[in-house]
């Protein structure tokens, strides 16, 4: 195929690259974008979406055993059952419909779509390999948006009854036993939606507590709620390899005895890793942060004209992350002055009950040198929490003590993840702890909760 160029390439069409090359087009730069897999990338085929729709289904379904058991609210309902093959069609169909408006909004700024795999021969060529050939193009800019791949344990390779996020969600049908190599915010996402779909779940995390990330304040209600779905979990335990006959997974507890694990299924979610081989990065002289393409506050990297989005250049793994550097390398591209000065990536564990955070936990404030005041308000003193049955949780507001800008806020709780966005906007806006308490919220939702946080940081919640 002739050789062509372009003013921007962008390798990878997972939600950094794709939106970078949107936004690339509107703004009116010759965009070409390559991409070896379906448009989307992990987040919107094997990630994001895909997890939350097998969450949503697992909690229908959840709801509907409660009904046939009886119930506080007096719905009746017959013996419910679910199958698993017909939930993994939904959930395509809901991917299928993305990958298509992704393709339209790409189409529709006028970027052109190189299906293959691209290798990138130097910081300005890229050769796209596909089954119709051999493409070499040259661009002025190349951003490298190849996102991330998920961790293998040496003593558990992937393959068979070995599997990752990718895999589990495209089961069809629940497996009776399902041991979880990670508690995490995937392995805890998943672990709990097939808890709900009826398998045995196992937790085993090398740490002493779960979803170690977060302060232990928010994920207690988390264990707590695990405890009661019936879900084991082995904390400080390693997973040491399977048996022979590939049923049983051994694993070594904090006092050096081991232990087995029966399973049908033993789904590792050990991490996720940036994807930084089979795309050329060895012919570039890009400066590493360890695993992760290093860059600045623009996402540039070493090299001039050289740029990097998204999970490849390492934590947060995060799809608005990605999506945030994306869209501002294509304006900085374009000749906009832009940084990525962001005061928070939000982000949230779509557990049960949810976790949503944005900025400092008290200890980071503290951590950070700052004196603070902490508000939090309980969902058991919300109107709204009681009549969705969904009274565990809490809101918690961080501020300087001194002129009560917010440094952080949390939650957990049923739904909080659509809270954050207003967490992230108080931040952004540099909001006191006064803007928030003076402003209205709507009675009865969960979000008075965030109000009443700022009332009790000020000194007088009124609801509790
Ligand atoms: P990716 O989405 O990984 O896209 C990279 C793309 O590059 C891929 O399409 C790949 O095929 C392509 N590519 C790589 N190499 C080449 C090459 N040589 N040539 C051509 N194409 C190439 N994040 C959230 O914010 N919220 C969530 O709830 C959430 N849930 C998740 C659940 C799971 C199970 C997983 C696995 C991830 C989840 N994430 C979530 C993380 C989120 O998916 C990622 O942060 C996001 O997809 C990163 O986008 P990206 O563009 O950097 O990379």
């Known amino acids: 195929m002739e050789p062509f160029s372009c003013t921007v390439l962008v390798l990878g069409g997972g939600p950094s690259g794709y939106v970078c090359a949107i936004r690339a087009g509107q703004l009116g730069l010759d965009t070409v974008l390559v991409e070896s897999g379906k448009l989307g990338g992990t987040c919107l085929n094997v990630g994001c979406i895909p997890s939350k729709a097998i969450i949503h289904a697992a909690e229908e379904f959840a709801t509907a055993k409660r009904f046939s058991a009886g119930n506080a609210i007096g719905i009746r309902a017959a013996d419910p059952s679910i199958d698993l093959a017909a939930t993994m069609a939904w959930k395509d169909g809901i991917v299928a419909r993305l990958n298509g408006g992704v393709f339209g909004l790409l189409r529709r700024a006028k970027v052109k779509v190189v299906n293959g795999t691209g290798y990138l021969r130097d910081g300005k060529t890229c050769v796209v390999e596909s089954d119709t050939g051999r493409q070499e193009i040259t661009a002025a800019h190349i951003v490298i948006a190849t996102g991330s791949e998920a961790v293998a344990l040496p003593n558990l390779p992937f393959g068979g009854p070995v599997i990752s996020s990718t895999e589990a969600l495209s089961l069809d049908s629940v497996p009776q036993r399902l041991a979880v190599i990670g508690g995490g915010y995937i392995g805890l996402e998943l672990g709990i939606a097939f808890r709900k779909l009826g398998s045995e779940v196992t937790i085993i995390e090398a740490q002493d507590r779960l979803l170690p990330h977060y302060d232990a304040e928010l994920t207690r209600p988390v264990a ?230 700022a009332l009790a940081a000020l000194g007088h919640a009124l609801h509790a």
């Open 224 to 453: 707590s709620r695990m405890r009661k779905l019936g879900i084991t979990v082995h904390l400080k335990a390693k997973a040491l390899g399977l048996h022979a006959a590939g049923d049983t997974l051994k694993i070594g507890l904090e006092d050096g005895s081991e232990q087995r694990v029966p399973a049908d299924k033993f789904l590792v979610t050990v991490g996720r890793r940036p994807r930084t081989s089979g795309f050329g990065l060895e012919e570039l002289d890009l400066t590493m942060n360890g695993r992760a393409i290093e860059i600045d506050d623009q996402c540039r990297t070493s090299m001039r004209n050289v740029w990097a989005v998204g999970d490849v250049t390492g934590e947060p793994m995060l799809e608005h992350r990605a999506v945030a550097q994306g869209e501002m390398v294509a304006e900085i591209i374009a000749g906009e002055k832009r940084s990525f000065d962001h005061v928070a990536v939000p982000a949230v564990c779509f557990t049960d009950p949810e976790i949503a955070t944005a900025g400092l936990s008290p200890q980071e404030a503290r951590d950070a040198g700052h004196a603070i005041k902490v508000g939090q308000f309980p969902f058991t003193a919300n109107g709204r929490a009681m009549t969705l049955e969904a009274e565990d949780g809490f809101v918690r507001i961080v501020a300087r003590a001194d002129n009560h800008v917010i440094l952080g806020i949390q939650a957990v709780g049923h739904g909080v993840s659509e809270l954050s966005g207003s967490f992230a906007l108080a931040l952004e806006m540099g909001a006191r702890l006064e803007d928030v308490a003076a402003t209205i919220h709507v009675h009865p939702t969960l979000s008075e909760c965030v109000r009443e946080a």
